[in-house]
């Protein structure tokens, strides 16, 4: 009976499913919104970095959440997923690394699941059911 719960390939089209879906809408609203861009270049410019890196965001919540879904090129797309969320840790979250919420939870549980899913979607490709499994 339990062997019928052995399904690698549903497995990864479950996690690619949940990483990208619910990263994706984070980053149509950035495209949405230009205005969120200014503020990502303006916290980039504080760390003396180029404001230009502000557009990478829509290659990290767009682009590769996109890519995710199909299941096209999967381990970049998670690679560029984790990259992302790692720069969005460093500028925006650093200072709740070691914070937790009221209810025990930490603080960065969302940025914590996007960053390791989309690390474990690296090591595990995309599986057979996607567009190109890689």
Not at 52 to 77: D, K, T
Not at 115 to 125: D, E, R, T, Y
């Amino acid at each position: 009976m339990l062997q019928a719960l052995h399904n690698d390939a549903l497995g990864k089209l479950i996690l690619r499913l949940t990483v990208a879906g619910l990263l994706l809408p984070h980053g149509l609203t950035k495209l949405l919104n230009p205005g969120s861009l200014t503020w990502i270049g303006n916290t980039l410019a504080g760390q003396g970095l180029p404001t230009v890196l502000a557009y990478g965001v829509l290659i990290g919540e767009v682009v590769a959440p996109l890519m995710a879904l199909i299941g096209w090129r999967s381990r970049v797309a998670g690679l560029l997923m984790a990259a992302n969320m790692v720069v969005a840790i460093f500028l925006v979250h650093m200072g709740e690394l070691t914070a937790f919420k009221g209810n025990g939870g930490w603080a960065l549980e969302l940025q914590g699941f996007f960053l390791f899913g989309a690390v474990a979607i690296v090591f595990l490709g995309s599986g057979r059911m996607a567009w190109r499994p890689d």
